[in-house]
């Protein structure tokens, strides 16, 4: 079955980095277009950034361009998303979900705060 599991969250200074992986699993994963999404306390689920299957082209949403950079290895069936300067408003659960595939993870914590 499909899998979608995130990781590398935790708590952070404003200023400071972090790196999520999204483990994937259950399908062909570098044929897939990848997303992070990110959902704060109190609000919707807002999209972060997608990559293309073979990783060759980038976006990002507009709160997080410049700052973060999403990646991926297919060899490794994972997902990156390197975050920094990050700031309290970055403070959510962070999602990962292949394009068209209505599949979610548990999601991975990330907290700014000093």
């Known amino acids: 079955q499909v899998q979608l599991v995130e990781s590398g969250g935790g708590l952070v200074q404003p200023g400071g980095s972090l790196r999520l992986s999204c483990a994937a699993s259950g399908f062909i994963f570098s044929v897939y277009a990848m997303k992070w999404y990110r959902q704060a306390p109190g609000k919707e689920r807002e999209w972060v950034a997608t990559?293309?299957?073979?990783?060759?082209?980038?976006y990002y949403g507009d709160s997080v361009k410049g700052r973060f950079t999403i990646s991926r290895d297919n060899a490794k069936n994972t997902m990156y998303l390197q975050m920094n300067s990050l700031k309290p408003e970055d403070t959510a659960v962070y999602y990962c979900n292949a394009h068209g595939l209505s599949f979610w993870g548990q999601g991975t914590q990330v907290t700014v705060s000093s």
């Open positions: 990559i293309s299957s073979n990783g060759g082209i980038t």
